[in-house]
């Protein structure tokens, strides 16, 4: 079996694997408790194989051959995870940094999970690579599955939310 269509260079496959590092660690972040020392170390792991997932991503035109969805969504994922970052190294704004903070580095995560969801449909052979193009059927196994996972963590987000605001209260305080 040929896998030539996973990695076709050496920035596809730094991509592929801070891609791996970012999963793992945002997932470890969301999980364990917040403030600590490894939360914080584990955070900046997250930041910083993020921010080589999106310069690589950046550089990337194998799909279309020019701009595509997939940059516009990297721009959009540049933007949360500076809002995530710069309330907590400003401690700004004085009275809800914290839970800023968290709020935009859950979407990170969150929209990082929607990114894997996208990057597995792109990779089906028999959807796009047989065909050289993406195709009604990628777009919407690709669009399906990004919406259940991007809802998922709207519904999580909303349920918890208010339980996770008063931790942020006491610990701001």
Do not use: Q
């Not at 170390?41 to 194989?49: D, E, K, M, N």
């Not at 996770?164 to 209260?169: A, G, L, Q, R, V």
């Amino acid at each position: 079996m040929n896998f030539n269509y996973l990695i076709t260079d050496n920035v596809g496959l730094l991509h592929l694997i801070v891609s791996i590092v970012a999963l793992v660690t945002g997932s470890l972040v969301l999980g364990m408790t917040k403030g600590t020392k490894n939360h914080k170390r584990i955070g900046y792991v997250y930041s910083l194989a993020m921010l080589l997932v999106l310069v690589t991503a950046f550089t990337m035109y194998n799909l279309f051959g020019k701009w595509g969805i997939f940059h516009w969504t990297a721009l959009v994922s540049s933007l949360t995870i500076a809002c995530g970052l710069i309330p907590i190294f400003t401690k700004r704004p004085k009275n809800n940094f914290i839970s800023i903070h968290f709020s935009f580095m859950y979407w990170s995560v969150i929209g990082l999970y929607g990114a894997f969801m996208a990057e597995t449909f792109v990779r089906l052979p028999k959807i796009v690579v047989e065909s050289g193009i993406p195709n009604t059927m990628f777009y919407n196994m690709t669009g399906i599955a990004v919406s259940i996972t991007m809802g998922l963590g709207a519904y999580f987000f909303i349920k918890l939310k208010p339980k996770w605001e008063k931790t942020f209260e006491r610990k701001e305080e």
